[in-house]
T-cell receptor, first 113, second 112 residues
């Protein structure tokens, strides 16, 4: 079974703090993704990565950065958290470049005060 | 601008009913259309997917209907059960490309 784990289920941070969200997958998948989920807006892609040290912007990259130093780990970084980044963050991974199933982690609910 | 439009936002049906969730897209280059199911506290998981060379696909009680000319596709859940209560997302992607465009989601409540 594919397993995607996220470092925290809930996080509370203050405005201006630097926030790290970690994601690890155990199936040697090439692709990893970060989404945010907001009511009425569905899942919106923030960043994705097709390979180690490689990253591509998704649809809403502003205010975020990512790091992929190892194949199994993909980190999302909020350089200076703002209240409008309060959201559910979902990490996903998939096997290859084709239209593969994306496997999601359980999500991290982030509250920025 | 949302690439995939999903409706309704929420849906309540009685057990045994057939909820229908609809999605529409504009980009005719999309050629893979998955549906994901998400239970509270969990990440979304693939439910069923279709490619535009077929008009219908069934897996158990779940059916996707696809209308290429109308650029619409829908999910039907036959004999719905309370355990089907979840949020459903449609999505679309381009050929040979693993980036998905998700709809806004439909929260389904199946009453006993």
């Amino acid at each position: 079974d594919v397993k995607v784990t996220q470092s925290s289920r809930y996080l509370v941070k203050r405005t201006g703090e630097k926030v790290f969200l970690e994601c690890v997958q155990d199936m040697d998948h090439e692709n990893m993704f970060w989404y945010r989920q907001d009511p009425g807006l569905g899942l919106r892609l923030i960043y994705f990565s097709y390979d180690v040290k490689m990253k591509e912007k998704g649809d809403i990259p502003e205010g975020y950065s990512v790091s992929r130093e190892k194949k199994e780990r993909f980190s999302l970084i909020l350089e200076s958290a703002s209240t409008n980044q309060t959201s559910m963050y979902l990490c996903a991974s998939s096997l290859g470049r084709r239209q593969e199933t994306q496997y999601f982690g359980p999500g991290t609910r982030l509250l920025v005060l | 601008q949302q690439q995939v439009k999903q409706s309704p936002q929420s849906l309540i049906v009685q057990k045994g009913g057939i909820p229908i969730i609809n999605c529409a897209y504009e980009n005719t280059a999309f050629d893979y259309f998955p549906w994901y199911q998400q239970f509270p506290g969990k990440g979304p998981a693939l439910l069923i997917a279709i490619r535009p060379d077929v008009s219908e696909k069934k897996e158990g009680r779940f059916t996707i209907s696809f209308n290429k000319s109308a650029k619409q596709f829908s999910l039907h859940i036959m004999d719905s059960q309370p355990g089907d209560s979840a949020t459903y997302f449609c999505a679309a992607s381009l050929y040979n490309f693993n980036k998905f465009y998700f709809g806004s989601g439909t929260k389904l409540n199946v009453k006993p």
